[in-house]
Structures are given as C-alpha cells and as structure tokens.
C-alpha cells in the first residue's frame, strides 16, 4: 500500500470513530516526532504495539480484501502465561461494506467481536478438526451475547449494532460489512498479531509500505524500524 492511501485510510477511519461519540487516547494523535520523542516513557505502546494498524493482507486490493484496526490497549503474553496481570486487549476495528476480513482462527487468543455501531456485521463460521485445523464440515458453538448457540459450517451469524460474539480458539471465522460500514469492538485475552493469526489461505498479515509521502502517524508495523 502507499503510505499516501494509508494517510488517508487513517483520517477517514478517525473521522468515523468520532461519528459514532468514541475518542481515540492521546497517543494516536502522535506524530512520529512526537512519538521517537516519547519512545522512552511510551516503551508499553510501542512493545505491545498499540496503535494504527491497517493491512490489505498484501494482497493490494484494500477496498475488497483489508481491514482497519487500532489497538487501544493491551497486556503482555508472559502475563497471560503466568495468569497474572495484564491479561486482555481491546482494539477498534471498522469493517467496510463488503470488504472481507479472511478466513482465519487463533491458538491463544479468545475475543468477543461487538458491533458498535453502524451495519450489520457479517461473521461466517467454521469449526476445527481434532488437530485445529480448518474443517469445512464442521460446525461448533459460540456464545451470542451470553447466549450459547451452535452453528453449522459456514453458518453467518448477523450482528446488528450492540449484538455480539464470544470466539474461542479454534472458531474459524470472516467477516465483513452488509449493508454499510460497521464500527466493531474487539475485547480479548493479550494479542499477539505477529504469531496468533492462523490463516486458512497463505497471506500477509500485514501490507508491505510504499513510502511515497511522510507519514502522518505510524503504524504499528514502523515501530520497529523507525523506534527501535
């Protein structure tokens, strides 16, 4: 992606969070000079990766196949490992209109997806076989905003705004925006976006950059090569 693209993905993302009365915290109006200034006192941002983060899972079609995140908060796995701490995340997520977020799962991570406002969120449904593995006859249960409900393979569940899913590891699922744009919520154990997305297709998590332009923030991916 060039970075002008992610530029403008991020103000238009930004511009939709505010819409719908949610305020970003301080650190995501940063620019990279305020942030390699605040590099020290913000290692928990930077080694956590909080922050922006947009991908077209390297497929260079955003529009069709991408998504958009900001991690707001998160803990850290040697946390979760001991089961004491900091043990959860939450992020934002916007869905576009039918713009697909691919077919994957997680080995640790359990996460409930909340529409926040908007569409309705599209989230289509596969079990795992006795090894994990993707399994495209299998089906499982999920909890529906505290409700148990069992799904079919493929089934789509169809969130409305305030409607909800509690995914566990090994529920593999996509999803996208019917309708419109949807603003999601995400709240889960500590994530980890490097190591625990399992994709059912070999493709990036994350967009390689073209640098055309400077960057009005950073992304998550930069930190390591513009923080250190």
Same mark, same amino acid.
């Given at each position: 992606?060039?970075?002008?693209?992610?530029?403008?993905?991020?103000?238009?993302?930004?511009?939709?969070?505010?819409? *719908?009365?949610?305020?970003?915290?301080?650190?995501?109006?940063?620019?990279?000079?305020?942030?390699?200034?605040?590099?020290?006192?913000?290692? *928990?941002?930077?080694?956590?990766?909080?922050?922006?983060?947009?991908?077209?899972?390297?497929?260079?079609?955003?529009?069709?196949?991408?998504?958009?995140?900001?991690?707001?908060?998160?803990?850290?796995?040697?946390?979760?490992?001991?089961?004491?701490?900091?043990?959860?995340?939450?992020?934002?997520?916007?869905?576009?209109?039918?713009?697909?977020?691919?077919?994957?799962?997680?080995?640790?991570?359990?996460?409930?997806?909340?529409?926040?406002?908007?569409?309705?969120?599209?989230?289509?449904?596969?079990?795992?076989?006795?090894?994990?593995?993707?399994?495209?006859?299998?089906?499982?249960?999920?909890?529906?905003?505290?409700?148990?409900?069992?799904?079919?393979?493929?089934?789509?569940?169809?969130?409305?705004?305030?409607?909800?899913?509690?995914?566990?590891?090994?529920?593999?699922?996509?999803?996208?925006?019917?309708?419109?744009?949807?603003?999601?919520?995400?709240?889960?154990?500590?994530?980890?976006?490097?190591?625990?997305?399992?994709?059912?297709?070999?493709?990036?998590?994350?967009?390689?950059?073209?640098?055309?332009?400077?960057?009005?923030?950073?992304?998550?991916?930069?930190?390591?090569?513009?923080?250190?």
């Amino acid at each position: 992606m060039k970075r002008s693209r992610v530029n403008d993905i991020m103000a238009q993302a930004h511009e939709l969070i505010r819409s *719908h009365g949610f305020v970003l915290p301080p650190f995501a109006h940063w620019s990279p000079e305020e942030f390699q200034a605040k590099r020290e006192t913000a290692r *928990h941002v930077i080694d956590t990766r909080c922050g922006w983060d947009i991908t077209d899972f390297g497929a260079g079609r955003f529009d069709e196949l991408g998504l958009f995140l900001f991690t707001l908060r998160n803990g850290r796995l040697a946390d979760l490992q001991r089961g004491g701490g900091m043990c959860y995340a939450e992020k934002l997520l916007i869905s576009r209109r039918d713009q697909l977020s691919p077919m994957h799962t997680h080995l640790l991570k359990a996460e409930d997806i909340i529409n926040r406002g908007g569409a309705t969120l599209v989230v289509e449904l596969f079990g795992s076989d006795d090894a994990g593995n993707f399994a495209g006859d299998r089906g499982g249960s999920v909890l529906c905003d505290g409700v148990r409900r069992a799904y079919g393979p493929g089934e789509k569940l169809r969130l409305a705004p305030g409607e909800s899913v509690t995914l566990m590891p090994g529920d593999w699922h996509a999803f996208w925006g019917d309708g419109g744009d949807v603003l999601i919520g995400e709240v889960s154990t500590v994530n980890d976006d490097e190591t625990d997305n399992i994709f059912r297709e070999p493709i990036g998590r994350f967009s390689e950059i073209e640098e055309d332009t400077a960057p009005t923030h950073l992304l998550v991916s930069d930190y390591a090569t513009r923080l250190g």
